[in-house]
């Protein structure tokens, strides 16, 4: 009996066997997938054992940690003016995960980065409690506020995009209608389930959980023509402001009947771009896209951005212009419309590209991630995108939108004492125009000494206002101006 | 028959060697890392929760002390020859699985479930420890009064008789999240599994060293397979109907393989034919097969197998999701006692779950060494078989062991996802009356084994006229 007895022996060693090797494979092979695995409650868990690190703006946190009993979370993430900077930071909630600048930081703010695991041990050694480390904002919070509070006023759904033309850095990012990330940030099933299935856009047609700064594309109407303009100059196109346009009105589109039609009784034939641009002539940049034909238009709008997402960090939609059309869409997509669509971000590129003497800067709204102790662990250098447009071109453009708020459509974002460039748009959009027009405005603000702190994207959609009140002068340029104003103001 | 390595072969009397180490002493050694290590373990776990050294821990460190310590005792006084690695092991694994049930009881979530669901909570380190006392006064009963496990071999078929009845048994039972495999009796819970375990496997030795010529000799040989007499074919058949009935009644997988699984290493043992080997594991799969193209729940627990993260087996159960994630986390250290999150699993955490606590806290190192102390109680088991003389002891030893083995392997796969999932229990370290007395008694079964086969034979009666006596050896 004993030859059998060994071999079972062996099969009795081998099942163990079975377990040890599948017990490496689960805890070493597999460890890193199940323990980050999207069910595992333990990654939340430890999102939130200890108190949260912070987002900075303007060397004060806009966010918090409160201690929290009866979960097997310890610590609950707080907002200030939550609805306000919710577009920054996104949200971190016990029950529904993180987005934005709470997520793509995650680790810093849990302090479970690599970069602070030096730190950690340190820490664990010494019996010290591990800590969050802080996201350093480039935002301006007078400049922030301005712009989410004149959304608030103007009360229809809308959004702002200030940058920093020099460096990219983002000034002000608001979206309205927001929503505060507190209200959802626990996991009680009573009050913060609800909050967060309100919000939901099946349940709200607002839909606020939404950043339309960076995540909605608009067709961003009559602003592009500033992009076209940009083309013609560096085309050789038209080589200055004040040279008459080869413009004929009435305009046909190429290859059709069908005529292309201007705003009103405006002086657009013949016009040169300053007076083109200054009344908005849809015929007079239609023809010049045209002229140019779409791979120049293409090129162009590629440079300044458009096609390809922003990662800010926070990604942003890709802006789009389009890249098979034919000559009569070609003509409509230069003036902002047909498939053109922008983000605000997107058209605040265009005016900071134009402001910063034509170099385009990459949009950005970390400064720095701090370690708990503050010490820098990342420092975000401003780096150059790409140049849409030399610089000579770059005055010239410039001082056509500058015509455009001193005597044109954009007059309601004059500041004394600055000189300020814009353009308004007011696109069309829904079958036959049926829907009311989103409201546009891009500008920027240029100092005496020829510096320019800010530009500024401002889109409005309002299905309550009466068309006719609807023009990016009218409803967008307010906003523009006490955004650049609360910039300005806050560099002195 | 066999011998043990320092019985000279060639004696015509079977005459031990006189004086062979009962071991003993080692083993008391041994016992006393058995109950210093769950201790160290009980005051990690306090001081991993509450920041201080648990008020318990002395009457803990007491308790198993007093248990092991009665253990040897009595070992020492009525088996001093028995294996001495089998106690220690037991008592190592016993105390360890208070330690992880205790600190289970620690756990907020788990409370709070409690509460949730019945009303109240109640830890159940105490009630565990109760346990593993009555498991080592059975386990003391059986070395005292078990003289010799030969005396088993008379109650053959009365064996055969009560195994059903507990097997049947809980058919007649409300099932407990899907399979039937307790009886309940007022408030009380028997999981008759456990036990039937020990007493099918005399019904089996006895049985088959009765029979083990018929069936290993009466056979036709067809393409190199000894193939059995269709009559003898009787029993193999009907215990494989019978581990068929439970899973398709009591909707336990884990019992089912167990049992054909012992009778199949029994009768293979028996009749040294391969071929038996071979017809288990064509029945059994074709069996298992068969069952779960038709049992809901069988299938439910496959699916639960093969895709445990997939949305629809997410919103059935997220139990074996959950042990895994468990087992992950923990990575190769595990994150120490008492600091893991293992008690999401919720259900079962410290019962059929409580292996992923080991993993989650003590990482692969801990549980790697848990399961070789698994593998030495199994191979201290299968070295008692060979060691004993006669066949009964030997296929009770074997028996026993390869359905301990099978335990291990069907719980242990089951909560790491390498088989389907199954209501059973780990030996020793799970919280269950039932299955702790059960195995207390295995092990004391497997002892009085061992103590037979390393006794030395007693020394020939002197014989007065063994001087005048000339014994001519070739």
């Known amino acids: 009996m004993n030859k059998p007895l060994r071999r079972i022996s062996i099969f009795c060693g081998l099942l163990i066997l079975a377990l040890l090797v599948r017990d490496n494979w689960i805890q070493y092979v597999q460890a890193d997938s199940l323990q980050n695995n999207t069910h595992n409650r333990r990654v939340s868990i430890e999102r939130y054992a200890q108190p949260r690190g912070d987002i900075i703006v303007d060397g004060k946190s806009i966010t918090g940690s409160t201690q929290t009993s009866g979960s097997d979370f310890k610590y609950k993430r707080t907002y200030k003016d939550g609805p306000m900077w919710a577009p920054v930071t996104g949200y971190a909630s016990q029950a529904f995960g993180a987005t934005q600048l709470e997520s793509i930081d995650d680790g810093i703010l849990t302090g479970n980065d690599d970069r602070l695991f030096f730190r950690n041990t340190l820490d664990m050694i010494t019996g010290k409690e591990k800590q969050g480390g802080n996201v350093v904002t480039t935002l301006n919070a007078a400049a922030q506020k301005a712009a989410y509070d004149g959304l608030k006023t103007q009360g229809g759904k809308g959004a702002v995009v200030a940058l920093d033309p020099q460096t990219g850095a983002i000034l002000a990012l608001a979206s309205y209608p927001s929503y505060d990330p507190s209200s959802f940030a626990g996991n009680s099933t009573t009050t913060d389930t609800k909050a967060w299935t309100k919000l939901q856009k099946k349940n709200n047609a607002d839909d606020p959980l939404l950043n339309r700064a960076l995540r909605e594309t608009y067709p961003p109407g009559s602003t592009f023509k500033v992009v076209t303009a940009a083309a013609a100059l560096e085309n050789g196109l038209y080589t200055s402001a004040d040279q008459k346009t080869d413009s004929p009105l009435p305009y046909t589109l190429p290859d059709t009947h069908t005529e292309l039609k201007n705003e009103g009784n405006i002086p657009c034939k013949n016009a040169d771009m300053r007076t083109a641009l200054q009344y908005s002539c849809n015929t007079v940049f239609g023809k010049i896209g045209a002229d140019l034909g779409k791979d120049k238009m293409v090129k162009e709008a590629e440079k300044f951005g458009f096609n390809a997402e922003q990662f800010t960090p926070v990604r942003s939609n890709a802006a789009v212009f389009p890249k098979t059309m034919d000559r009569p869409q070609t003509a409509l997509s230069s003036i902002g419309q047909f498939d053109t669509a922008a983000t605000p971000l997107q058209m605040a590129m265009v005016a900071s590209a134009v402001a910063n003497d034509g170099k385009l800067m990459k949009p950005y709204m970390v400064d720095k991630l701090q370690a708990p102790n503050l010490d820098t662990l990342q420092q975000t250098d401003p780096q150059e995108l790409s140049q849409p447009l030399s610089s000579k071109n770059a005055q010239i453009l410039q001082s056509m939108m500058e015509t455009v708020v001193e005597k044109g459509t954009g007059t309601n974002a004059k500041i004394p004492g600055v000189t300020v460039g814009g353009k308004t748009g007011t696109a069309q959009h829904g079958v036959a125009n049926s829907k009311n027009p989103y409201a546009w405005f891009i500008s920027y603000a240029k100092m005496p000494d020829g510096s320019s702190p800010v530009a500024v994207a401002t889109v409005i959609e309002d299905d309550n206002a009466n068309r006719d009140d609807i023009s990016g002068g009218g409803l967008a340029a307010p906003i523009a101006k006490s955004v650049m104003e609360a910039v300005i103001h806050s560099k002195k | ?474």
């Open chain 2, 1 to 474: 028959m066999s011998s043990t390595t320092n019985t000279p072969t060639h004696h015509t009397s079977t005459i031990g060697a006189i004086g062979a180490p009962s071991r003993r002493n080692t083993e008391l050694a041994l016992l006393v890392f058995a109950v210093v290590i769950p201790v160290f373990a009980y005051a990690n776990v306090g001081l991993a929760i509450n920041g201080s050294v648990p008020s318990g821990l002395l009457g803990y460190g007491l308790g198993l002390g007093l248990l092991a310590g009665v253990g040897h005792l009595v070992v020492r006084k009525f088996a001093p020859y028995a294996d001495p690695l089998l106690l220690p092991l037991a008592t190592l694994l016993n105390g360890l699985g208070l330690v992880v049930i205790w600190r289970l009881d620690q756990s907020p979530r788990l409370q709070q479930r409690a509460k949730y669901l019945f009303g109240a909570f109640s830890p159940d380190a105490p009630k565990q420890l109760l346990y593993s006392a009555l498991g080592i006064a059975f386990f003391a009963v059986i070395i005292v009064f078990l003289k010799d496990h030969r005396l088993l071999q008379r109650y053959t078929y009365i064996s055969m008789v009560v195994a059903l009845i507990l097997l049947v048994a809980p058919v007649f039972f409300p099932a407990v999240n899907g399979a039937k495999i307790w009886i309940s009796i007022g408030s009380f819970t028997i999981q008759p599994g456990e036990f039937a375990k020990i007493i099918i496997a005399i019904f089996f030795s006895g049985y088959l060293m009765v029979k083990r010529d018929a069936l290993a000799l009466a056979s036709r040989r067809f393409i190199g397979l000894y193939l059995p007499r269709g009559r003898d074919l009787g029993p193999i058949i009907t215990v494989w109907a019978m581990s068929l009935l439970i899973l398709i009644f009591e909707t336990d997988l884990g019992t089912s393989l167990l049992f054909f699984g012992m009778f199949v290493v029994v009768l293979y043992v028996a009749t040294e034919r391969t071929s038996w080997i071979v017809f288990g594991l064509l029945m059994s799969s074709a069996g298992a097969v068969g069952v779960a193209s038709f049992e809901p729940h069988v299938q439910q627990r496959v699916q639960a197998w093969l895709h445990p993260f997939s949305d629809k087996v997410m919103a059935q159960s997220d139990q074996v999701a959950q042990s895994l994630m468990s087992f992950g986390s923990g990575g190769v250290l595990g994150t120490g006692l008492g600091q893991g999150n293992s008690d999401l699993i919720g259900f079962a955490a410290n019962s059929d779950f409580v292996f992923a606590t080991f993993g989650e806290e003590l990482g692969l190192a801990g549980v790697m060494a848990v399961l070789l102390l698994y593998g030495l109680i199994v191979e201290r088991g299968v070295r008692t078989a060979l060691a004993a003389r006669d066949p009964f002891g030997k296929l009770l030893a074997v028996g026993l062991s390869s359905a301990f083995a099978i335990q291990v392997f069907v719980v242990g796969g089951g909560v790491m996802g390498l088989i389907p999932l199954s209501g059973m229990t780990m030996p020793f370290v799970a919280y269950g009356g039932s299955s702790v007395i059960a195995n207390w008694a295995l092990i004391g079964i497997l002892m009085r084994i061992s103590d037979t086969a390393r006794r030395p034979a007693p020394a020939p009666i002197a014989n007065p006229d063994a001087e005048m006596t000339q014994v001519v050896r070739p």
